[in-house]
Structures are given as structure tokens and as C-alpha cells.
């Protein structure tokens, strides 16, 4: 099992510029997330998925779009991008058991994005 | 609401020094209780969990008891190695999401 896997590892952008970023999971989890890591603020949800065809906002969703078209996938998208955006960003999927206590989140290696 | 409060690091140990990180928490109902471990360049790993008060999570010699009486999750290990040199985040559970603390970097030097 590849696990958590992003696409890009690296990106630079220029202010206005759009992209999308890719997560993909192969553990069959229902549930995935999109954070941004900044120094000294810990992670930041950003939006989140509870299942295939659903997506919700999280903490600081404003200036990003989400789609969750298959179970296995998760795309971030940003429309115009902003210096502010300049982050690393990590994805990440869990499952729960029916029940039970919450599961563990598993994340992937992250995206480095510059934004200038 | 839900939330984390970690120490402040940086943290700097020698190796085989006795190792502390303090976790607070404020939390509605039982939420489980989580360390993740962020090594460079990489994401965020497990490193040990507990899911109902006084249960005890361990792992790679850490270990964390959930306190509901202090409301507490503070990460121990008695014999820290350079290997350990990480930055370190207590979580929780909130609803279907988590909350993290903002995370305490350790380095261990040799």
C-alpha cells in the first residue's frame, strides 16, 4: 500500500495564478482533510470530506475549493492564488469504527507552495 | 470548543536525558487523545493514542497517559536519542475532525 500519496511535492505560483492540488489514499478511509502548515500555528484545517461526494469547510477554508469525485481521491483547488497561501499542505484520510473511538488520521509527505 | 495547548519549545536535550512535553486540553464529552511525530521534511506520523481516561498509549519507548482530572496527555520518554529529534503535536478528536496543538520542536544532541 503506497498509503497517503500528494501530487505536486513542489510548486511555485505567481499571485492570480490557479492550480490544483491531489491526494490520493489507497486505504479505502471515508474520511480526508486538507491542512496548511505554518510556523508556530500547528495545522490548520482547511476543508474536510466524511465520504465520497461530500465536503465540508474547516477552519480557514476561504480562497480554496474542494472536490471528493471518487472515495480515493481529494483535490484542493485555489482560484487565484495569494502570498498568503504560501504554506505547506498536508492531506490526510481516516476511518471510524461503527461505535467506536475515533481512528487515527495517516498524512501524506505534504506540498511545499510558493506563492510570489 | 475543543482545543490543545502544547509547552513552548524549542526543546534542547542531551542524549539519555529524561524528556517532557506538557499537553493541555479542553474538550466537551471524551474525546481521544493522540501524539504525532513530525520528522523533516515529512508529514505528520502516529506516534501513540489513548481513547478513554487513564488508559495509558506507549510506543518507540514514549508514553502519555490520558488524565481527565487534569486534563492532560504530557509526552514522557526516559532516554531520548538523537534520533528523536522532531517536532511534536497533541491532538484530539473533535466531532469528525481533530484539533492540533501547535507543536513543540525537540533536539537531541549527541
Known amino acids: 500500500n503506497a498509503g497517503v500519496t500528494q501530487t505536486p511535492k513542489f510548486r511555485v505560483l505567481k499571485t492570480g495564478q490557479s492550480m490544483t492540488l491531489l491526494c490520493a489514499q489507497d486505504?479505502?478511509?471515508?474520511?480526508m482533510y486538507w491542512y496548511r502548515q505554518d510556523p508556530g500555528m500547528g495545522l490548520r484545517l482547511i476543508h474536510y470530506s466524511v465520504g465520497e461526494g461530500t465536503t465540508a469547510k474547516g477552519e480557514v477554508p476561504d480562497g480554496y475549493n474542494v472536490s471528493r469525485l471518487k472515495k480515493q481521491n481529494f483535490l484542493l483547488g485555489l482560484e487565484s492564488a495569494a502570498p498568503s497561501q504560501t504554506s505547506v499542505y498536508f492531506c490526510?484520510?481516516?476511518?471510524?469504527?461503527?461505535?467506536?473511538?475515533?481512528?487515527?488520521?495517516?498524512f501524506g509527505p505534504g506540498t511545499r507552495l510558493l506563492v510570489l | 470548543g475543543n482545543s490543545v495547548t502544547q509547552m513552548e519549545g524549542p526543546v534542547t536535550l542531551s542524549e539519555e536525558a529524561f524528556l517532557t512535553i506538557n499537553c493541555t486540553y479542553t474538550a466537551t464529552g471524551y474525546p481521544s487523545l493522540f501524539w504525532y511525530v513530525q520528522y523533516p521534511g515529512e508529514g505528520l506520523q502516529l506516534l501513540l493514542k489513548?481513547?478513554?481516561?487513564?488508559d495509558k498509549g506507549s510506543n518507540k519507548g514514549f508514553e502519555a497517559t490520558y488524565r481527565k482530572e487534569t486534563t492532560s496527555f504530557h509526552l514522557e520518554k526516559g532516554s531520548v536519542q538523537v534520533s528523536d529529534s522532531a517536532v511534536y503535536f497533541c491532538a484530539l478528536t473533535k466531532g469528525q475532525n481533530f484539533v492540533f496543538g501547535p507543536g513543540t520542536r525537540l533536539s537531541v544532541l549527541p
Open positions: 489513548a481513547t478513554k481516561a487513564d
Open positions: 490526510a484520510s481516516s476511518y471510524e469504527l461503527a461505535g467506536g473511538p475515533k481512528e487515527t488520521q495517516y
Open positions: 486505504m479505502n478511509h471515508e474520511y
